[in-house]
């Protein structure tokens, strides 16, 4: 059997699939970002879960698309925390900006948006993959995403520049309190997480003057920065990934039309799309595919 995962900072779909290309199971468990967790983190958060631990040694082969894998100690953090639990399996891992750009793909060079807990882009022509700009983090880029937003919120709370309502509103639902959570900006390994948890309650205040603008200044960076800087390519479709670009459709339609760009697919999640690209383009099941493997990752 093979597995498929792709995780975000927040979450990671895992899906067995069994000899004949079926999904034998689907199953969840954190997320794990290797700029914050290292590989012991990642080897005990998921002996954690029964289901993997079920299958974990009868899996010959992991494919694991993660946020920050792109750098080689990042690869190496994870490898490592994965062989520790599927110890008789090859481990392959990558960016999860490539398990966007597959899911995403359809037959024409797209432009893979990520916007999530986190935000990143890349251009997939279906051979090759060009970033132009590299992803900054929570502290300096994310832009448009959920830990974005959350932290523009918190900022305005704290300087008190926030409309009247959503700041009481806030102190009743969080009971904020700048040295906690100072203490979880700067001292947490999910910080990222923390500050896009604060999503589901700027949603409830959307159609908001200061809420719309928010949202609207986010997406605009987005497509300044990560979209834009593919000008020379003349590419303009541009398909999304993750629960913010989901939530922020419209808004992000109206701006990429605005500017000539065409949306293309926007996914919440890209696991099963994923899946089927690996069974249908990579071919993973393929007895030569899989000889392939071993002997490269060896």
């Known amino acids: 059997m093979i ?8 979450k990671t779909q895992w899906f067995i699939i069994s000899s004949n290309g079926t999904i034998k199971q689907e199953i969840s468990t954190r997320g794990f970002n290797p700029d914050f967790h290292d590989s012991k983190f990642i080897e005990l958060a998921l002996l954690e879960n029964e289901e993997i631990n079920f ?55 797209v432009i893979s948006c990520i916007i999530g807990t986190g935000s990143n882009s890349v251009l997939f022509d279906g051979v090759k993959m060009f970033e132009e700009i590299p992803a900054l983090g929570f502290f300096l880029g994310d832009e448009c995403s959920g830990a974005y937003f959350g932290k523009q919120l918190l900022k305005d709370f704290f300087y008190k520049k926030l409309p009247v309502d959503i700041h009481d509103t806030l102190i009743q639902d969080y009971n904020l309190e700048w040295n906690k959570v100072r203490e979880i900006i700067y001292g947490s390994k999910d910080a990222n997480v923390f500050l896009a948890s604060f999503m ?45 670009a989901g939530i922020l459709k419209h808004s992000i339609q109206i701006q990429l039309e605005a500017k000539g760009y065409k949306l293309g ?7 099963r799309d994923l899946v089927n690209y690996l069974l249908q383009e990579r071919k993973i099941l393929d007895s030569k595919v899989l000889e392939s493997k071993r002997t490269t990752l060896k």
């Open 265 to 271: 697919k926007i996914i919440h999640s890209p696991g």
């Open 3 to 10: 597995a498929v995962a792709e995780s975000g900072s927040t």
């Open 55 to 109: 299958y974990s040694q009868s899996i010959s082969l992991v494919y694991f698309f993660g946020a920050s894998c792109s750098s080689t100690n990042n690869i190496n953090k994870v490898k490592g925390g994965l062989q520790s639990i599927f110890k008789n399996a090859e481990i392959q891992v990558e960016h999860d900006l490539s398990a966007s750009a597959y899911a995403l793909y359809q037959g024409n060079p």
């Open 200 to 244: 589901p309650f700027i949603m409830r205040y959307k159609g908001s003057a200061y809420i719309d603008q928010l949202l609207n200044e986010g997406i605009k960076n987005f497509i300044d920065l990560h979209i834009d800087c593919f000008a020379a390519y003349n590419c303009k479709e541009v398909g999304f990934v993750g629960s913010i």
